[in-house]
């Protein structure tokens, strides 16, 4: 998939539409994709991609959780 549709897919786990990523929303967003340790992995995405501390992933560091999602994930996005 592309950055442009990973965000796409990430946005239908945005369950109160504030355009962030919290750590509930990204185990969401973990267990669809079928992942076992979901509390884990969400635990360690917020740990790499938050980089500000806030308990939220924002527009500004999408880019950090792209990298959590392809080295630990296994998805494949393509970056330009």
């Given at each position: 998939?592309?950055?442009?549709?990973?965000?796409?897919?990430?946005?239908?786990?945005?369950?109160?539409?504030?355009?962030?990523?919290?750590?509930?929303?990204?185990?969401?967003?973990?267990?669809?994709?079928?992942?076992w340790?979901?509390?884990?992995?969400?635990?360690?995405?917020?740990?790499?991609?938050?980089?500000?501390?806030?308990?939220?992933?924002?527009?500004?560091?999408?880019?950090?959780?792209?990298?959590?999602?392809?080295?630990?994930?296994?998805?494949?996005?393509?970056?330009?």
């Amino acid at each position: 998939m592309t950055v442009d549709e990973f965000k796409d897919w990430l946005k239908q786990f945005d369950a109160n539409g504030d355009g962030r990523i919290s750590r509930d929303e990204l185990r969401s967003a973990i267990r669809h994709l079928g992942g076992w340790f979901t509390t884990w992995k969400s635990g360690k995405g917020m740990q790499q991609a938050d980089v500000n501390g806030n308990g939220f992933i924002d527009e500004g560091e999408i880019d950090n959780l792209i990298t959590f999602a392809q080295k630990n994930l296994g998805m494949k996005i393509i970056t330009y």
